[in-house]
């Protein structure tokens, strides 16, 4: 009986997640101030584990539905395309890079799926949920109980991020575009906190995601305040649980300006976790970028090395 109430339940789940992948429809935006290729948006894509916000679909110039693309899954995604309608007037310029490295051919085609986040509670969608686990017990209650006095939101809801990318998310993109389906063609990258969520992404499921674009990385995990628990807790986590080389890559890069300039002291600690597991320089890089800051302007900069290192064309 509880054999096939289990499989009644995976059935009820797949027919859901098929409805939903013809159900949702991107629309194509007009509007969207870009170098190259076209722009198209769900305003709320629905989730049973995250609160709805817009995802865009970047598709290259030529898109064709007679070849097949790799897939870069982005965070922040509101930041990645247009500067005229962005907060600060800047943006990634992904559509640049892109579009220039494919017609180079010095990368494999891709698309670029851009999640927003929702500002008011993007810490607590990006942070890597179970690095809380590997925290001193009475150092994490402790936080928590701060938390909470000074009414901060501790509903964490990394886990339920990724569930939403992997479950909801992803098998609309395969239904919807010409695009590959496995890890050795589905990436994903961001910065700052998107750049921790980023690593956490592969690390929880190394089956979907072949590598990891983590630029600025935001090693803290929180404020960066004197004998901060929280870079341990997940350097720990990594320590235990970071696929072991051969079938993934990770770019993980660094400044030392604003809020970057907190990174540097960090950078030991990266190379030895990666490297105690066996990466070398053909799967992982940590790279530092002297005089650079924590903003758009300047992963722009440098977003060629990246895309080159996770898409290489073989």
Known sequence: MKQTCILLAFILSFTATAQMANDIKFQKLDSAVLFAGSLHRVEAFPSEFIKPRPVDVWLPENYSKDKKYAVLYMHDGQNLFDATTTWNKQEWMVD???SKMMEKGITKDFIVVGIHNI???RWQDLYPEK???????????????????SNFNIDFKGDEYLSFITTELKP????QYAVYTDKANTFVGGSSMGGLMSMYAVVEYPDVFGGAACLSTHWPGAMPTPNNPHPKAIFDYMKENLPSAGEHKFYFDYGNKTLDQYYPKFAPNVDAVLKAKGYTESDFRNLFFDGTNHSEQSWNKRLDKPLLFLLRKN
Do not use: C, F, G, H
Not at 132 to 148: F, P, Q, W
């Open 131 to 149: 690095a809380m686990s590997y925290m001193n017990e009475k150092v994490r209650d402790s936080l928590i109980t701060l938390a909470r006095k």
């Open 172 to 175: 609309v993109i395969d239904k």
């Open 96 to 98: 640049e890079w892109s």
């Open 119 to 121: 500002p008011q509670i």
